[in-house]
């Protein structure tokens, strides 16, 4: 349980931004996360699709269940956040 | 007695190397200083500077140009331009000034260099005067925000600026004291003359004090007009070195010094002048939309000095190209959202036929960067204000220390360039950026940007209010939309006559 930084790359935003998620969190809460800084702000929800985490330098999709702390990831990742069908 | 002409004694007393005899070369002009770069003190006498001027002449010539500037002020003072212009343009001359303002006088230290440590003796001679001139360009473009310290304390960001850690002034900073602050004197002269000056201050400068003119600020016009004449004068400086360097056969070391310079310098106006131009300006006083400036300015002009000098257009030319179309618009969206951040109240620029103009200056426009307004406006619309503010920081560029953007909407290509450097995660907002530290990671491998300071505890409280604080930022300078938001309006008047 530690808080670990990530910048968020949010799929139609026009920013990359700090977000600080914790080490116990699964990706779909770090997509929850990054949501809330950029859904209804600059980008429009949308019904029906499932956010997912890739690691933006990679191109690795993780599985939505996968911890931080099991991801390989460095302080200050930067992580793509994706409107997705599953 | 007759006076000689001009013209019989200039050359002798340009003349004015001499072979020290009580110290040696190096100890009168350190490498670390001049950057002569292996040329002799002889080689460099070649230097011929295009503009030349006498110390009659240039007193002369600059009272007149003073006695201009400051008797329009005078002149219009009662006329309170300030009191009435569009809130957009007060925004542009306080951010102008504060960007500016003291990076003058910074440059006239950096001309100071040249003056003393310059090899090239026309070199030397010709920063004199470019000292002087930088020291007039601080303090008239101190006195003249002063005289509106008293309307508001975003006016006094114009001496306060560089002396915080608001993130554009850190950004400022980091340019210039990489380009000028500390570079030797040949490093100076292709940098800041060269590459900054002659490239890219034109923009700022003239292509902005069209638009001054086309708003009706005369003032602004005639002063910011009137310094670039001085800076026509001084950026002639590094021309001159190339020849000398070429000559040398040091092309490539010239080269990237100007890629570095160009790149960095180009950074900086995407954040000042691009939203400046695009959408703080008064619509009908756009003479030209800031891809149409860059291109008139930087493309033609510039691009053909550099061949015609026998260099090559840098590395990057064609991901500079590109990035006219985006990175302006990405710089103004988060300079608006970000608006408490500034010193100055962001102009949104985006009413239905504002719109119309950008889709029509960059077609695509409204499907892509309208696409994130288009929610922001929603927001404003139904009550949501709070939603148009930030919660968190933007990811910082290690290198220009300004956001990392990209096209949002439907052509979304938002990219941060990393890099692993000593164990520490860089991030870097283009490839050129990235290319940049690279060349000298030594030089720049200990800054910490924003967010790196952020996160080493530095900003306390870790939030929007210790970020404020840490930045000097007080209730009446933080920036908030220029128009109070009334240019809403628009869209519901729109919706009306639609419907």
């Known amino acids: 349980m530690a808080l670990f930084p990530i910048h968020s790359n949010f799929e139609r935003d026009f920013v990359i931004q700090l977000v600080p998620v914790d080490t116990e969190d699964t990706m779909d809460e770090v997509a929850e996360k990054c949501a809330h800084h950029s859904i209804d702000r600059r980008v429009r929800r949308q019904p029906g699709k499932v956010l997912r985490v890739r690691h933006h330098e990679k191109g690795t999709l993780f599985p939505r269940d996968m911890k931080v702390s099991e991801a390989g990831l460095r302080p200050t990742e930067t992580l793509d956040i994706l409107f997705m069908d599953e | ?499």
């Open chain 2, 1 to 499: 007695m007759a006076l000689m002409q001009r013209e019989e004694w200039y050359d002798l007393t340009r003349a004015t190397n001499w072979t020290p005899d009580y110290v040696g070369e190096d100890e009168l002009f350190p490498e670390e200083m001049s950057g002569a770069r292996g040329i002799s003190m002889e080689d460099w006498e070649s230097y011929d500077e295009p503009y030349k001027v006498t110390y009659p002449e240039y007193v002369t010539t600059q009272r007149e140009k003073d006695s201009g500037a400051y008797s329009v002020k005078a002149a219009l003072e009662r006329d309170a331009f300030v009191d009435r212009a569009d809130p957009g343009w007060v925004s542009t001359m306080i951010a102008h000034y504060g960007a500016i303002a003291l990076a003058e006088y910074a440059a006239s230290i950096a001309e100071a260099r040249m003056a003393r440590f310059a090899k090239a003796p026309g070199n030397r001679n010709m920063a004199v005067f470019g000292m002087m001139d930088e020291n007039r360009h601080g303090q008239i473009q101190l006195f003249f925000p002063h005289a509106n310290v008293k309307r508001s304390r975003q006016w006094d960001w114009a001496h306060k600026a560089y002396h915080t850690n608001e993130w554009g002034a850190i950004a400022a900073r980091s340019l210039f004291d990489d380009m000028m602050m500390t570079r030797d004197a040949v490093g100076v002269s292709i940098m800041l003359t060269f590459a900054f000056e002659t490239g890219f201050t034109n923009m700022q400068f003239l292509g902005l004090a069209a638009d001054a003119a086309e708003a009706g600020d005369h003032t602004f016009a005639s002063l910011i007009s009137s310094i670039q004449t001085d800076e026509s004068r001084h950026a002639q400086q590094g021309g001159p070195s190339l020849k000398v360097l070429l000559e040398h056969g040091k092309k490539e070391e010239a080269q990237q010094m100007i890629d570095v310079a160009i790149w960095r310098s180009w950074k900086l106006f995407s954040v000042l002048t691009g939203p400046i131009m695009d959408y703080y300006t008064p619509l009908e006083a756009r003479k030209q939309s800031f891809k149409e400036f860059m291109q008139e300015w930087i493309i033609a002009q510039f691009e053909r000095q550099l061949i015609d000098l026998g260099l090559d257009k840098p590395w990057y030319w064609d991901e500079f190209m590109r990035a006219l179309d985006e990175t302006h618009h990405g710089m103004h969206l988060g300079v608006w959202y970000w608006r408490p951040t500034v010193w100055w109240n962001p102009a949104a620029g985006v009413t239905p036929a504002e719109r119309e103009w950008l889709e029509e200056k960059y077609p695509g426009w409204n499907d892509t960067w309208g696409q994130a307004w288009d929610v922001i406006v929603d927001n404003l619309q139904n009550g949501k204000p709070e939603l148009t503010g930030p919660e968190t920081l933007p990811t910082i560029c290690n290198m220009s220390n300004i956001p990392i953007v990209g096209t949002p909407g439907n052509g979304w290509n938002v990219k941060d360039y990393q890099l692993e450097h000593e164990g520490r995660l860089y991030h870097f907002g283009s490839e050129p950026d990235r290319w940049c530290f690279q060349v000298d990671p030594e030089r720049y491998k200990k800054h910490m940007n924003f967010i790196d300071r952020f996160l080493a505890g530095e900003i306390q409280p870790p939030d929007l209010m210790g970020g404020l604080a840490y930045m000097g930022l007080a209730p009446g300078e933080m920036g908030d939309d220029a128009h109070g938001y009334s240019w809403v309006e628009a869209y519901r008047q729109a919706t009306e006559n639609a419907a």
